[in-house]
Structure formats: C-alpha cells, structure tokens
C-alpha cells in the first residue's frame, strides 16, 4: 500500500480576510501535492475555505455569522474551490474528486462505511480525493464546526500515516503569537495535558474559526488512532515534504495509540453517552494501563438511565474523562453492585450475563 498522507489545508491559508480565493494560493498547494504524489505518497485533501471563497460573490460585506447565510457562501464557495483545485491540479495531471461529508455520516456505520468504499477506490484509481464539510445540509449542533476534526477522523478511517494541518501560523505558540510577541513555537507534544489546552486561544484571522485549540483536538483524536500530526506552515516549493521529513516549520504531535478498527472508532468519536460512570483509582490503572476490563468493585458512582448495551463515558473522581465504553448492566442493577467484589455480585443478582462492567474488547481509553 502506498503511503498515505492527510493534507488539511485552513480558511486562512486559502483566502483573505475580505473574502475571496486566493488562487496563487491554491496553485502553490496543487504543485506540493502533486510532488507528494511523484515522490511516492498517496495524498488526500481536506480542504476548508468554501464559506470564504463564497461570501464576497454573494454580497455579503464580511464572512456571515447566521447558519444559512454561511450555507449559502459554501454552497457557492465549494464550487469555486474545486474548480480552482482541479484547473490547478490538472497542470499536474492531476485528477481530483469532490468528497463532502457530515457528522452524521460518522455516526452510521454503513454511511462510513460507503464513505470509506468510495475513496478507497478513488485511490486506486489514482484521483486525488477533496474532502470538506456538507455546509448546506450541516445542522448547527452536528458541525464539525471546523475543519481539523474531519481531517483526524479522515486519517484513522483511512489509516493514514501522517496528518498535516497546513494553517496560517507556523505551529503552537507558548501563547497567541498575535496577542504576545515574547511567545515561543512549541516543536515537539507527547501529551495532551490540560496545560497545553490552556495556552491555545480562538481562531486568530477573520476567516477561521478553529483557532489552535481544534487542531490540538484533532491531533488528540488522532493521535489516538496512531497517526502524528503536523500543525505548521508551509509556504516554499518543497515544504511539505520537509514536513513530512521532520522538518516543517511547525509542532509534531506525536501518536499514542495504534491504528482503531472501525469500531473503536465509533465508541470513542461517534457515539452518544448515555450515562457516567465514576471509578477509583485502582480502576483507572487497570482500565488506562493495565488493558483490563472494568469490574464492579472499581466503580464508585453512576449515573444517567443507561441500558444494558448502552455507550457511558467513564470519570475518575477528578471528571477527567478516561475513556468509553458499552455497559453490561442497567442504571438500577448497577447501583445495587456499586463497588461490591465479584463474589458478592453472583451472590446478589439473580442472574449475571457478564459480570464486568464494561469489557476490555468494548473500551477505549481517551486520556492520553
Ligand atoms: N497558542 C497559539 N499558538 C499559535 N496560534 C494560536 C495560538 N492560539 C491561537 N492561535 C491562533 O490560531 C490561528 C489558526 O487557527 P484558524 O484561524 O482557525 O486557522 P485555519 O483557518 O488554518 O484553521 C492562528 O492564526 C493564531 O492566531
Ligand atoms: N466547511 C467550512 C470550514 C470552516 C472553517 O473555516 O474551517 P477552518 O478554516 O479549517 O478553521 C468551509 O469550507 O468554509
């Protein structure tokens, strides 16, 4: 297989603050990825900047704030952008597709899987997939609301190898570069510590709207799934392969996990809690460490009318959300056997269909 690279390219990279594609742009990063493409890669494009490149034609005077003004930009602004990227690209010879996705095609598993069919046989066909939010059909609440997300769950559903979120900014500064010049750029993360959530602020051009905090999400979610992410700048001839080198101007993010069968990738970025669990410390050990199941002798609290079959999230006595899973007992059977050892358990329920909580095979573990 191929080496397969995810190339998400921001609002800010792509056009100005009045509006507007900015086409040199646009053909600069059509030259790289074809480059990746000759030096043996297997690119794929998420791009954003639809709502950008369409509000000027529309005449709205600025980037629109209300849902419908924005869906009608991208409705306009997505069709300027692939044009731009296939006149661009086909200097290249460069064949490319236009992939628009939702969040809700995330959370159905035959909608992914499609989703997945469709771009697997893309790439064997040698076109370029371009990837970016379903805007017109999007509803408020399911946006991915910006871009960095998509292109993490795009680069486990794909197994990539490396994510690179191309933005305006080369990498994560210590503070807002723009609101403190003493900031320094922060090379290398191996951990998503609450410290470095602190430090990233809002989107800092007129036409983003991630800012840094969503690319560090993204390099969460996808550090999960085992794919290192790249937040950083490119902008000469040949940059993005030296980002991929290592060489970018830029932070690395480093990945934790190993790739997520499909599953998995549905308990921990799709589904829908329906209850909390809080744990011990013994349990938070051998959930996060020691890859056991959850027991109900860890369990200290519950919370939420979940079902047997449910997804809950689980909670050390802190809130720091440890990870999900699917519960084996109901809400009330639960209570009764908060905290109990495994004997006393079989001696209190009639009948026990699996005694641990939430097995190993149906967690994931979401602190990093
Ligand atoms: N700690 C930080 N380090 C670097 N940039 C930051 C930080 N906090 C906020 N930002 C802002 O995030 C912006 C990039 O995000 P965004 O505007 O959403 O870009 P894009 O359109 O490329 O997704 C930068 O221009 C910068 O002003
Ligand atoms: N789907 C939207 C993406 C919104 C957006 O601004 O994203 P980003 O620039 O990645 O922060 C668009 O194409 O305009």
């Known amino acids: 297989m191929l080496r397969r690279i995810v190339v998400k390219i921001g609002s800010s990279s792509l056009t100005s603050s009045e509006g507007g594609l900015n086409r040199d742009a646009v053909r600069y990063f059509a030259a790289e990825l074809a480059g990746l493409i000759q030096a043996g890669f297997q690119p794929l494009l998420v791009t954003s900047g639809a709502v950008a490149a369409g509000f000027r034609e529309i005449g709205y005077p600025e980037r629109p704030k209300l849902l419908h003004e924005k869906q009608a930009a991208a409705a306009v602004g997505q069709a300027l952008l692939m044009q731009a990227y296939r006149e661009a690209l086909a200097e290249h010879r460069v064949s490319a597709a236009q992939v628009l996705l939702t969040r809700s095609d995330f959370q159905n598993r035959k909608r ?29 609440e399911l946006k991915f609301g910006d871009n960095d997300t998509l292109s993490a769950l795009v680069a486990n559903l794909i197994k990539a190898e490396h994510l690179l979120i191309l933005t305006d900014m080369d990498g994560l500064y210590t503070k807002d570069p723009r ?46 799934g085992g794919v290192p992410v790249f937040v950083g700048k490119v902008a000469e001839p040949g940059d993005l392969q030296a980002a991929l080198r290592g060489d970018g101007r830029g932070t690395y993010f480093e990945a934790h996990g190993a790739a997520l ?14 209850g909390t669990l ?8 051998a959930l996060i460490h020691g890859g056991r199941s959850l027991l ?5 609290a519950a919370n939420g009318h979940f079902h047997t079959g449910d997804v809950v999230e689980v909670v050390n006595p802190s809130g ?44 994931i573990s979401l602190k990093s």
């Open 112 to 140: 992914t899987g499609n989703a997945s069919m469709a771009i697997e046989e893309l790439l064997r066909q040698g076109v370029l997939p371009i990837i970016n939010e379903n805007d017109t059909v999007s509803l408020d």
């Open 179 to 224: 609101l403190d010049p003493n900031a320094t750029r922060i090379t290398r993360v191996t951990e998503f510590t609450n410290e470095l959530y602190a430090i990233a602020g809002g989107a800092g051009s007129a036409v983003g709207t991630g800012g840094m905090r969503s690319k560090i999400d993204a390099a969460k979610i996808a550090s999960i």
């Open 261 to 274: 069968p499909r599953k998995k990738q549905w308990l921990g970025f799709f589904s829908t809690p329906f």
């Open 278 to 285: 809080t744990v011990d410390d013994g349990a938070e050990e």
């Open 296 to 300: 109900p002798v860890g369990v200290k």
């Open 320 to 363: 720091e959300v440890l990870g999900r899973g699917i519960v084996n007992y109901d809400a009330e059977q639960l209570q009764e056997i908060l905290g109990l050892p495994s004997a006393e358990v079989i001696k209190k329920l009639d009948i026990v269909h699996r005694l641990e909580v939430i097995h190993r095979d149906e967690w």
